[in-house]
């Protein structure tokens, strides 16, 4: 069993920043991806960005440019850092974390931009 636990979602203003982050513990040997994805009212969940352990990263073209990710492997923890947010971003996001079989999904958590 893994147990993830996300933070950092929350209500901001276009043109602010958000950092969410996503601790994973419990079986959580030969992790191969980490990252964030996203589902807004009405749409698909869609990536936002994710991260290989030896580094390579995907983005969603939305989010390049303003997204960054990044991990901490020593504590098995994820990170999204979101700039100039826009209220097209506003979506429930969720941490996955990807065993190449399997996969595991966090609880999510809301970020709201306004306008």
């Known amino acids: 069993q893994v147990q993830l636990v996300e933070s950092g979602g929350g209500l901001v203003q276009a043109g602010g920043s958000l950092r969410l982050s996503c601790a994973a513990s419990g079986s959580i040997a030969s992790i191969n991806w980490m990252g964030w994805y996203r589902q807004a009212p009405g749409k698909q969940r869609e990536l936002v960005a994710r991260m290989h352990t030896f580094a390579s990263t995907n983005y969603a073209g939305s989010a390049k440019g303003r997204f960054t990710i990044s991990r901490d492997n020593a504590k098995n923890t994820v990170y999204l850092q979101m700039n100039t947010l826009k209220p097209e971003d506003t979506a429930v996001y969720y941490c996955?974390?990807?065993?190449?079989?399997?996969?595991?999904w966090g609880q999510g958590t809301q970020v709201t931009v306004s306008s």
């Open positions: 996955n974390v990807n065993f190449g079989v399997f996969e595991y």
